[in-house]
Structures are given as C-alpha cells and as structure tokens.
C-alpha cells in the first residue's frame, strides 16, 4: 500500500486563502527563521493553494538543492518581475532548459573560475584605484562611490564599456533596473504574483498602478538590454571595441536572432545581477568597520606588515594576508546580501525525511538563517573575522562561501567576480583610509546593522566618516 505523506509542518493559516495573512512582506527572512525555530529545518506555508517550502538549514539546502539538483533547478514563474516586467529572458529567472544552460555556459567560460577570474584583476584594480579618489575629494558620497565602481567594474567586463566621472546613463539606468527588479520579485511584494489572473486586468481599471508600474519598470529593463549592446555594436562597426564579454561574443559570424538573443540577454544578466549585489557587500564591508574598530585596526596592523606604506595592496598579496582574507569571508556571512536567495519550484514530486514536496512547490532558502546559524557559528550577529583562522585549541568554523552564493546548478554563477570585487574593496580602502563613526555635537553615533528588504538587501543607509590615515595615504591615493 503507497505511504502518504504530509507537507512539512509550519503555520497553517486559514480555510481557502492558507496564510497569506501569516505571510511576511518585509524582511520575510526574520518570520522565517522564527518558523524554523518553531517547526525545524524544513518547513512549509500554504498561500491560496500554492505550496511554499522553506529551507532553513544547509543540511537541507545541500540535500535537495544539490544532490537532488535534477529536480529543484527551475525558478518559478514570477509574474510581476519575470513576466510583465521582462526579467524571465536574464539568466536569474530562465526556467531550467536549453537556453538556461547555454546562459551559464558562457558565465563559466568569462568569469566562472578564479583563474578566468584572473584576466579581470587589473580592470579591478585599475577601478578601485578610481574609487579611493573619489572616496578622498568626497567622503560624504560613499555609498554613491561604490555604486559607480561597482557599475564600472561590471560595465568594462560585460560591454567593454569605460564610465563617465559624473552622470553616466548606464550607471545611472543600471542602478534604477536593479531597484526595480528586486522590488518586482520579492517575495509577496506584488497581489498578481498569487493571483496570476490579475494580469488580465486592463489598465484603466481602478486599483490597478502596479499595471502601470510594470510597464514603466518593463520600459527601463528594455533600455538597459538595448543600450550598451548597441553601444558595443557601434563600437565594433568603427573598429574601436576594446575585449568585453559582448564583443567576444559578437565576433565570429553573422549570428541568427535567436544567438543576438542570447548574447543581449545574457550580456544584460551579468551587468544586472553582478552590480547592485556588489554596492551591498561592500557598503556592509565599511558598516563593519565603522562599528568594530579593534578588526579594522588589526586589519590595517597586517596589510602595513606585508604590504608597507609604499604602494597600494593588490590581488597579489591576497595570500599573504589571510586576516584581511577572513574579513572578507566575515563580511559575506555576517551581511545578507540575499537574505532568501533566490526561489526554486520543484520540477516533480518528491518526498525527503518523510515530507511531501509536490511538484510545482515553491522553494525558498533561509540563507540568512544558515549564515547566523548559532550551531555552525559562535556568536552569529558578531563580527568577528578570527572565527574562520584555525588555533591550536579551536578549528575554523565553516567558509560561508559554501552558503552565501546559493546551491547546486543555480549556484551564483558570479562568486568569484563578487569574491574579488569585495577584497580589493577592502584592502584598498584599508590601507589608505580610517573609517569610524560620526560624531555629532559630541555625541558619537552608532550606526545599525539593519537590512532593507527585497531579493537583493542593503545595509540601511548609515552615517560614517572615511578619512585618509596619513599625509602618505593621500600621496598613494593621487599617485598610484
Ligand atoms: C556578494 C555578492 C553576491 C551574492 C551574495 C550573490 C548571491 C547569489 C545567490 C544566492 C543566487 C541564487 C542562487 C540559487 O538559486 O541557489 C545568485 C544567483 C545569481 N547571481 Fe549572484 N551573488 C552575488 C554577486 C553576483 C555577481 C557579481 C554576479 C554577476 C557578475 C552575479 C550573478 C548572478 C546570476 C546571473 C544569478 C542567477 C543564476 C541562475 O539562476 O542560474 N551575482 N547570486
């Protein structure tokens, strides 16, 4: 006789509708993690029928995100952000097939390993360089810095493009994109996401400004596909086009349209997802230092040792400064960047630990649950970068890198781009400037460690004060 299994446990909600009233719509990742603290590791919601699978362990996550890999790589149909707004053609939201796996193909052949990685180092430096600058003639715009380096690291990669110092279109466009796209696909943000059926609405009906937000937002994504594409088009035609992940692409042959599809579309994937995901982690990099002042000292105390005060630190010396390495690490585990990843759906139906998974359940990863899990790591809301140095009398606990990018075949295909991005970041920025907190009025202010919501989370917005350490610094700064 066949078993029958039930869902995982979790809220139960109400008759018909489920919970959608139990159902989070801002920092869903705090209400989940108190679900698993109630139900355990796997649990599960109903919202208007639709099963909802939360994952709050990396037991779990590895167990079905990886090794049943065949059946949890599809991404749901998210009808605000994939359909009405266009997202659903960039690789973060392709549905598991053909073109998914030549999308993830041509990411692995530019930056899909350290060593590819590698050709990319002297863009990084060159740009970071830029930043330290920019960072000196105005400290107060900080958070606007790291936003143009992070758009202009991407821009060179992805479409060979050079940013402008002030006002560039593609920074400014990427920058709105990305905003749209992490409002339109958060979780529970939008009615029409578990009520497909109000995307037939017409527009002129009452209540219906989100139809009209979508195709505004749609407006914008179509600017950022076709803009630097063309832009790379016409540099090709005039003979001008420096080596980017576009013009490799676009150079061997006439191309069909479903290949112009593909190289625009994937080109456009790396510049949306690669920016506003960096502008998180670095900008979380200098939270941490402002608010723990004895690591940035011990930081700085090692780059001086192994690095000097003549030049600026580069890739070279990552290995040589296995503190500033593990600060790295810190930043990714101690900041969510995307707190509850990004949604799977089961492909079939599946049964683990004695729970039901139907096909077509939705799956969320609690990723922030698993990075401040108190059994895998000491003091979790910490900031505490020796954590991840072996003692004689404690091993290190666990490379958050392991979690913080996602799992199995959706892994961030952009790890280790976001990996170097955030340590020349850091250890630029560290052997030059001093960041601590404001003080205002003699009273010194503490910022918080507090995340905004949506698929992709920043620290909110704090105050700091970046200041060069030494009359050298500034030399460094202008000179190098
Ligand atoms: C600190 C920075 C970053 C973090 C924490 C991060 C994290 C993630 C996570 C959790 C996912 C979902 C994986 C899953 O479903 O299991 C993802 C997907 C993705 N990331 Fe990143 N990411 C970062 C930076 C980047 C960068 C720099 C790029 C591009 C250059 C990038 C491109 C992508 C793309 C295209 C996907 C979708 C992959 C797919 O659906 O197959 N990410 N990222």
Redesign the pocket.
Known sequence: QQQVHALPPGPKGLPLVGSVLDMPSEQEWITFSKWADTWGDICSTTVLGQPIIIIGSAKVAVDL?DKRSAIY?D?PVCMMGGELVGWKN?????PYGDR?RR??RL?HNI?GSRSAMKQFFPVEELETRRFLRRVLAKPGDLRKHIRKT?GAV?LR??HGYEVKETNDPFVDLAEQATEQFSLSTAPGGFMVDMIPALCHVPKWFPFTAWRRKADAWAATLNQLVEQPYNFVKHQMATGTAPISFTSTLLEPKQLTEEEEFDIKWSSA???????D??V??VYAFFLAMALYPAVQAKAQAEIDAVVGNDRLPTFADREDLPYVDALVKEV?RWH???PT????RAMREDVYEGYLIPKGALIL?N?HRITHDARTYADPTTFNPDRFIATKDKPAEADPRNF????????????H???A??FISAVMTLAVFDISKCVENGKVIVPVHENTTGT?SHPVSFPCVVSPRSEKSIHLIHTE
């Open positions: 995100l790589s991404r960039t690789l973060v939201l392709l998914f999308f993830r990411f930056i992070a991407i990669i992805s994937s790396l510049y949306s997802a690669g920016s995901t960096t998180s982690a990714l969510s960047v995307t990843g990004v949604m799977r990863t990723i913080c990018w996602g799992f199995g075949r959706r892994i961030c295909p952009g790890m781009l976001a990996d991005s955030l992709i």
